[in-house]
């Protein structure tokens, strides 16, 4: 069966800050998309970054950066210099191999970011 | 960039009425589209996978009777929570895949998530 945890339900920074969000995963599939998403109160899904289980170079975006390591099945992000902006639920989530036009998610707990000025 | 729009945003109802959220691909054609369920504080659940042309297939532990969904166009899905109780009351949120991206029989197109629709069952 597929599982996402996030073990850090509550995490709270001051502002400038790094922050580091934990992701692991469990799968049987060799093939398999990973993503994370930012939820903020208004409560719409923002897409932030997917990568396919081939790719293991971690990822670099501004002030986001992922580390996917496949060997202990995780994929965590990193937020350098946090800003209150960031505050939001993060979800982590994995998604079984797609064909045609499938591919469900499976989502972690979540992790509610708080950044304070 | 695709947009998946759902509607309405926000509904409330008096228990035992049926309420209906469209779920709308506006710019790309979706065979598939999914339904989750997120109540407050928790994460996103899969409620079912809205095939088009055919019967949704439910996650286990969902009532297909409760929750009915119809995906009658390339572009659009229904759920319908029919008589609606207040622990119904939830945050739902549909998805949709580009079908016109794919690489092979792999298909690489972008999830695209709707804003969500929240309701209230009093």
């Known amino acids: 069966a597929q599982k996402v945890t996030q073990a850090q339900t509550e995490i709270s920074v001051v502002e400038k800050e790094d922050v580091t969000l934990d992701c692991v995963y469990e799968t049987r599939d060799t093939t398999y998309y990973l993503f994370w998403y930012k939820q903020p109160p208004s409560g719409e899904l923002v897409f932030l970054i997917r990568r396919n289980s081939f790719d293991e170079q971690n990822e670099i975006s501004g002030r986001y950066s992922w580390n996917f390591q496949k060997s202990t099945s995780s994929f965590n992000f990193t937020i350098t210099a946090s800003q209150v902006v960031d505050s939001a639920v993060y979800f982590c989530?994995?998604?079984?191999?797609?064909?045609?036009?499938?591919?469900?998610?499976?989502f972690g707990q979540g992790t509610e970011l708080s950044v304070k000025p | 960039g695709a947009v998946v729009s759902q509607h309405p945003s926000w509904v409330i109802c008096k228990s035992g009425t049926s309420v209906k959220i469209e779920c709308r691909s506006l710019?790309?054609?979706?065979?598939?589209m999914f339904w989750y369920r997120q109540f407050p504080k928790q994460s996103l659940m899969l409620m079912a996978t809205s095939n088009e042309g055919s019967k949704a297939t439910y996650e286990q532990g969902v009532e297909k009777d409760k929750f009915l969904i119809n995906h009658a166009s390339l572009t659009l899905s229904t759920l319908t929570v029919t008589s609606a109780h207040p622990e119904d009351s939830s945050f739902y949120i549909c998805?949709?895949?580009?079908?016109?991206?794919?690489?092979?029989?792999?298909?690489?197109?972008?999830?695209?998530f709707g804003e969500g629709s929240r309701l209230t069952v009093l």
């Open positions: 998805s949709a895949r580009d079908i016109l991206v794919t690489s092979g029989s792999l298909n690489t197109g972008e999830l695209f």
């Open positions: 710019d790309f054609q979706a065979t598939t």
């Open positions: 989530a994995l998604s079984e191999v797609i064909y045609n036009q499938g591919g469900k998610l499976i």
